[in-house]
């Protein structure tokens, strides 16, 4: 099994020492950036699960900026999580039929400017996720940045009957973090069922199930202080 943060470190030295990583910099310590995310978002658009979805959940990353763009513009309406959890009402909902600067709504910024607060209980039924990532297998297993909020994201709308096992998964990323090693998976990670990169649309061959709620046992309590929403149900 490869160790997630040595996979880390080399996807990040990877996409800047090839010149592949864009702004922010540096790649490293978050979701990097990447030549070809429009491309990515635009490969995106053309299959059956974005055309028939009409609830999108992205995360705020640079390189899913032209996936929130191109929902609204498709009138699909789109949610993203507030940073970290940290408020009780922890989405963020954008309606395309209230919102007239689309390329400002869908910022880091400008998704909580935009963007109406609600509690996970009144996130409309998603049906399609699509995160960042800083590597992928074939195989669906995901690694992210390293601080496990887009599974918990996952979890606690699975726990308020907002996903289930009909809402597809999808990560966009430069073909460079496409990877072939063998990478740790636990009950709470989220397989994503396509991958998506500029250059052709994977469906994986992950056979994991997706979380079916809260991993009580995987927070402890400094995380639950952090989360207002988690803190105030825990067990």
């Known amino acids: 099994m490869t160790d997630k943060y040595r996979l880390r470190e080399r996807v990040w030295d990877d996409l800047e020492d090839s010149g592949v990583a864009r702004f922010p910099f540096p790649p490293h310590g978050r979701i990097p950036n990447y030549a070809g995310a429009d491309e990515a978002a635009a490969r995106l658009t053309e299959t059956d699960v974005w055309q028939r979805a009409e609830t999108v959940k992205a995360n ?17 309406t789109l949610y993203a999580a507030v940073p970290r959890l940290r408020d009780e009402e922890c989405f963020l909902r954008l309606d395309p039929t209230t919102i007239d600067d689309i390329d400002a709504a869908t910022t880091v910024s400008g998704i909580e400017e935009y963007g109406d607060p609600v509690g996970p209980g009144d996130v409309d039924p998603i049906d399609l996720i699509v995160s960042g990532s800083v590597a992928v297998t074939d195989r669906g297993e995901r690694v992210g940045k390293g601080e496990g909020y887009s599974d918990l994201e996952f979890a606690l ?14 990560t966009t990323v430069h073909e460079r973090q496409v990877v072939d090693d063998a990478v740790p998976t636990a009950a709470h990670d989220v397989p994503m069922e396509y991958v998506v990169t500029p250059d052709r649309t994977i469906t994986t061959t992950h056979e994991d199930d997706t979380p079916s709620g809260i991993d009580w046992d995987a927070l402890d309590e400094q995380r639950l202080a952090e989360i207002p929403v988690l803190d105030r149900r825990s067990p």
């Open 60 to 76: 705020p990353d640079a390189p899913q900026l032209p996936v929130r763009r191109a929902a609204l513009r498709a009138g699909k």
């Open 157 to 170: 709308l699975r726990a308020f009957g907002r996903v289930d096992d009909d809402t597809a998964t999808v």
